[in-house]
């Protein structure tokens, strides 16, 4: 990783660690093969100069190798974590510059890993690179910038969540997911409302943030994850062995498995028979929903029904996303399987509705 302080605007109260992973926002054009790579991000600086009208302290961060966002790994996340970690007393937020790709997946992922969050960590992106002509990749990091180094009356930051700032919406960061590939308006938090939304002022929905209760506890991350969690989506045709290949195989410990409506999946024995062998192998079931909105309720229908006594825990109103991120936390800070199921019908940091 390269620290890389770009010059301190106006000195001021607030301020905002810009941290860039990569992703279209700094890319540009390779003018060998037409496609879009990295580039380095003091260019993109250049790019956006209204950032100095804030009169805020804003430096950054660039990782290095900068990477497409499809190339993110945990420990990207790892890295970000305790970057932020080390700089926490420095700054009042911190916004990180990432690919709408996976950011929904890390943005789940830091999420978890942090505990007794005070202050904003605000993922943004764009669709355009930032140089082109109509990109949105401006806007959104005004905003996030803006959202990153506000307060209220007593000094404390008014979204202390881990956050996506996109197309004039900021989500809960475990709430969202990619919708859109080409259009402006990529991000969406089906189950959950935005925690605020840039017009001409920006309006906090502050009765939807939440405030860490332990103000003085001091910020832990927790760094430990387990990845061996595999996904199986159901659909009309699956093949038994698909079935058992991904349920069974020895390189997942949890399985989430993406239901049809409600929680719903196929009836056939051999398809109930596969789910119990693996919930007796010891395997942590996780019942997630295909449809972008809505929840899990497996006691609705009869093959729901089968899915909860062959031992699948239900996801309620979780996204894929936030359901793997979940997954690799618990999973990484808890032996038990009890404890893990336990934890996993709970609402740990606003992921579900209950
Ligand atoms: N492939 C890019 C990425 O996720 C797309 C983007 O940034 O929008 O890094």
């Not at 009169?55 to 990207?76: A, C, K, M, Q």
């Not at 932020?84 to 937020?93: E, F, L």
């Not at 009356?153 to 990619?178: D, M």
């Amino acid at each position: 990783m390269n620290l890389n302080i770009f010059k301190d605007f106006i000195p001021s109260a607030s301020s905002v660690l810009l941290i860039y992973t990569g992703g279209t926002i700094g890319m540009k054009e390779d003018p060998n093969d037409g496609t879009l790579k990295p580039f380095d991000f003091s260019s993109l600086l250049d790019e956006v100069p209204e950032l100095r009208k804030f009169g805020l302290r804003i430096n950054s961060y660039t990782f290095d190798p900068i990477i497409d966002s499809s190339d993110v790994e945990p420990t990207l996340w790892v890295s970000l974590a305790e970057l932020i970690k080390d700089k926490y007393d420095d700054y009042d937020g911190f916004v990180i510059l990432h690919g709408t790709d996976t950011m929904a997946y890390s943005a789940s992922a830091l999420s978890f890993m942090f505990e007794h969050l005070t202050k904003p960590i605000i993922f943004t992106g764009s669709q355009l690179p930032v140089g082109r002509p109509r990109t949105d990749g401006k806007e959104n990091i005004i905003a996030a910038v803006e959202i990153a180094a506000a307060k209220d009356s007593n000094g404390e930051a008014l979204v202390p969540e881990v956050c996506i700032c996109f197309n004039s919406q900021l989500y809960r960061g475990n709430r969202s997911t990619k919708v859109n590939a080409t259009g402006f308006d990529a991000f969406h938090s089906p189950n959950y409302p935005p925690l605020a939304v840039a017009g001409i002022n920006i309006k906090y929905n502050q009765n939807f943030i939440h405030y860490s209760s332990d103000k003085e506890a001091g910020l832990v991350i927790h760094t430990d994850l387990d990845t061996r969690v595999s996904i199986l989506k159901v659909h009309p045709g699956i093949t038994e062995q698909a079935v058992r290949d991904i349920l069974l195989g020895d390189g997942s410990k949890a399985v989430i498995l993406e239901t049809y409506g409600s929680g719903n999946a196929i009836s056939k024995s051999w398809f109930v028979e596969i789910v119990k062998e693996a919930n007796k192998k010891g395997k942590i079931l996780f019942n997630v929903t295909q449809c972008l909105s809505g929840d899990v309720d497996m006691d609705i229908y009869a093959t729901g029904r089968s899915l909860k006594e062959a031992g699948v825990i239900s996801g309620h109103d979780i996204t894929t996303e936030s359901a793997l991120a979940k997954l690799f936390y618990l999973m990484g800070n808890y032996q038990d399987n009890t404890k893990i199921k336990q934890l996993l019908e709970m609402n740990l940091k606003g992921e579900i509705s209950k």
